[in-house]
């Protein structure tokens, strides 16, 4: 029995997806307010819970032999980026799990001290190593599903909004092939007990990414790049009355002001150990976009 948490999101069902086509037994970790229906059509066990819940956790890790933590924190970094995995990490411990996978972020090492989603990821990483639990951690630069809405609205308007230094350096990563990935690594032995980063095939410049988007649809992009200030000035003015949104918008601000790519040597260790050819960005966007 694998454990999805993070079970309705973009990685997360999409390794639901995954593992049920490999008619794996899953119990998908949901929300009560979150749309499952898919994932109880598949013929996942559906597991209502709240991951701020000890007990609920707790319960859910009853009797499963692989636990698979892709959610993320809506905000809320200490409760969910941090305390809901060490409390995974704990659970995995007591009953037995054969092996822990955890969706990280590339970076998350460097040390930035102004992004507490890093700042708790990093923790957990150190914690799950430390475990003696099996594991594999994951580190993926930015995913290609959350480029979907850019994209579509420049379908619709021809805009692209680049906020910070357009020479940045990124590698997307499909977010199909980040799904198998993390299948794949419970069973791959190169995966096991590693940290690999995981990004697309290609080194893209920021401004390469609306390029991209022209070449699909055939529109010339007005792009508009504003500078980080702008960040900045809503850190300030959230800092008023809504401090954890600020704090958020610090792990924004890292991601916007900072490169986030893979090298080469590290993306073809990654198709060698899990013997296939990474998606490039533009294959990805047109598959989804129909184009």
């Known amino acids: 029995m694998f454990l999805v948490t993070g079970a309705t999101g973009g990685i997360g069902r999409r390794v639901v997806r995954l593992l049920r086509l490999q008619e794996k037994s899953v119990r998908a970790f949901v929300r009560l307010t979150s749309r499952y229906s898919e994932l109880e059509h598949r013929g996942s066990e559906i597991f209502i819970g709240d991951l701020r819940q000890e007990k609920d956790i707790e319960k859910a890790c009853r009797g499963v032999e692989y636990i698979i933590s892709v959610h993320g924190s809506d905000g809320d970094t200490l409760s969910l980026d941090y305390r809901a995995n060490i409390q995974l ?20 090492d460097r040390g930035y001290e102004d992004a507490p989603a890093f700042k708790a990821k990093r ?8 475990s003696g639990l099996n594991y594999t951690i994951l580190r993926p630069s930015g995913l290609a599903s959350n480029l979907l809405p850019l994209a579509e609205r420049f379908r619709e308007t021809g ?40 990004g ?12 991209i988007f022209s070449g699909i649809f055939n529109k010339e992009p007005v792009i508009i790049n504003a500078p ?42 990654l198709e060698k150990i899990f013997n296939f050819q990474l998606e490039t960005l533009e294959s990805f966007l047109r598959r989804y976009l129909a184009v």
């Open 200 to 211: 697309g095939p290609e080194i893209l410049l920021r401004e390469d990414i609306p390029q």
């Open 123 to 130: 923790a957990v990483e150190q914690y799950l190593v430390a």
């Open 228 to 269: 980080l200030l702008v960040v900045d000035g809503l850190r300030t003015v959230f800092g008023l009355f809504n401090p954890q949104g600020q704090k958020a918008l610090g792990t924004y601000r890292t991601l916007l002001s900072n490169e986030f790519f893979c090298r080469k040597e590290e993306i073809a260790n």
């Open 89 to 108: 990490i704990d659970q995995a411990k007591a009953n037995g799990v054969k092996h822990f996978v955890f969706i990280s972020v590339l970076g998350a």
């Open 159 to 198: 805009l692209y909004l680049l906020i910070g230094d357009p020479k940045n350096r990124t590698s997307i990563v499909s977010t199909d092939d980040l799904a198998k990935i993390v299948v794949d690594s419970v069973t791959v032995e190169g995966a096991r007990n590693q940290i690999l980063p995981v």
